[in-house]
């Protein structure tokens, strides 16, 4: 445990000395709420720190589609916002409006948007971000497979003991108990691969630095994407009784189904209102958890614009309650994953549960 707190003490240093020189060296006031949301939010490049009012940051492929063609270059031409390249520029809020907030725009030759956009498929942070979880996914899952084969008939070690635990956690607790004994294992990969990916991604939304500070499952396309998937294999393997009780419920009066259906509709809204609820729960949990966090790092900035030596005294408070909510964010961040695979578990099994069943229980 106080490994841990050094561990985090160190990493919320790091990002107070980030906000400082940052802070220090721009001419404007400080705005939190600007400084939030661009570490909330994606970007087409990964920015470290600023140092001597430059910004430190690492370019990212920039790809897109325009009038049947393609450009590919990195995000480095745009330097931070300030340049246009090849026709297309990032878009500003003061210049062109909220629409193309973060967004990559296409310019004139005086630099002006002439209102279109490019079909962007550009690696931004997130993807970025998508591609670093899903290799480690993979590495130690291969890494753990190949442990396995040589240590065969010995106790696990390594790789091979957390992927066993995480196997065995998601099997006992979660697949049976809410899918059943004899219809859990084909629904085990996606079970697996939902829990390891959200817990890995909000762990490592934690870390302020390279290759971590991403908000990856913040991102409510990224929870959307996750929501549908569950959406997709619970419908899609579906046996006849569910939907029978979604279009003729038995035990309901055949007024709430005839001749206005109140009971088939409720129940055709609660098909999509399942998978909104995974979406907005992950979704807003881990946004709030790092919301609140640099919050209080901004109280430091706020009060330090007034006065630097009232910035420095009032810092001990809010690094205190800093530190307290990463803490708290390392349990959200396995919460919010095993709430996920659970409920996507239930849905699954409530999809699968055959007629008799649901009659014995």
């Known amino acids: 445990m106080k490994r841990i707190i050094i561990f985090i003490t160190l990493i919320l240093s790091f990002s107070f000395?980030?906000?400082?020189?940052?802070?220090?060296?721009?001419?404007?006031?400080?705005?939190?709420?600007?400084?939030?949301?661009?570490?909330?939010?994606?970007?087409?490049?990964?920015?470290?720190?600023?140092?001597?009012?430059?910004?430190?940051?690492?370019?990212?492929p920039v790809i897109l589609i325009n009038e049947g063609?393609?450009?590919?270059?990195?995000?480095?031409?745009?330097?931070?916002?300030?340049?246009?390249?090849?026709?297309?520029?990032?878009?500003?809020?003061?210049?062109?409006?909220?629409?193309?907030?973060?967004?990559?725009?296409?310019?004139?030759?005086?630099?002006?948007?002439?209102?279109?956009?490019?079909?962007?498929?550009?690696?931004?942070?997130?993807?970025?971000?998508?591609?670093?979880?899903?290799?480690?996914?993979?590495?130690?899952?291969?890494?753990?497979?190949?442990?396995?084969?040589?240590?065969?008939?010995?106790?696990?070690?390594?790789?091979?003991?957390?992927?066993?635990?995480?196997?065995?956690?998601?099997?006992?607790?979660?697949?049976?108990?809410?899918?059943g004994l004899k219809r859990y294992q084909k629904f085990m990969p996606y079970l697996l691969t939902a829990f390891c990916f959200i817990f890995l991604s909000n762990i490592m939304g934690l870390i302020p630095f390279f290759p971590g500070g991403a908000n990856l499952t913040g991102n409510i396309a990224v929870t959307l994407v996750l929501a549908v998937f569950t959406f997709i294999i619970t419908n899609f393997s579906a046996n006849k009784a569910y939907f029978k009780h979604i279009f003729n419920?038995?035990?309901v009066p055949w007024w709430l189904k005839f001749p206005?259906?109140?009971?088939?509709v409720v129940e055709i809204l609660s098909l999509f209102t399942k998978p909104f609820a995974l979406t907005i729960r992950l979704f807003a949990n881990?946004?709030?958890?790092?919301i609140i966090i640099l919050g209080f790092l901004s109280i430091i900035f706020i009060f330090g614009s007034q006065n630097v030596a009232l910035g420095y005294g009032v810092s001990i408070v809010p690094v205190f309650f800093a530190i307290f909510m990463s803490l708290l964010e390392i349990l959200v961040a396995f919460i919010q994953a095993y709430v996920f695979t659970l409920l996507s578990a239930i849905y699954i099994g409530m999809a699968n549960e055959e007629h008799a069943e649901v009659e014995h229980h």
């Open 260 to 264: 206005l259906p109140i009971m088939p």
């Open 286 to 290: 881990i946004t709030a958890g790092h």
């Open 69 to 179: 063609k393609v450009d590919i270059f990195m995000s480095s031409k745009f330097e931070h916002g300030h340049a246009s390249y090849k026709g297309y520029r990032l878009g500003d809020v003061e210049r062109d409006g909220e629409k193309a907030k973060g967004k990559i725009i296409c310019v004139d030759s005086n630099g002006k948007w002439t209102g279109k956009m490019p079909f962007d498929l550009s690696i931004t942070k997130n993807v970025l971000m998508l591609l670093i979880v899903s290799l480690i996914i993979i590495v130690v899952v291969f890494r753990a497979k190949s442990i396995a084969k040589k240590r065969v008939g010995k106790s696990p070690k390594g790789a091979q003991t957390i992927v066993e635990f995480i196997i065995l956690f998601i099997r006992d607790d979660i697949a049976i108990p809410s899918i």
């Open 249 to 251: 419920m038995p035990g």
């Open 17 to 60: 000395s980030s906000f400082a020189s940052s802070s220090e060296n721009k001419s404007e006031p400080f705005d939190p709420g600007k400084m939030i949301m661009e570490h909330i939010g994606d970007a087409h490049s990964w920015h470290i720190l600023t140092y001597k009012d430059k910004d430190v940051a690492i370019p990212l």
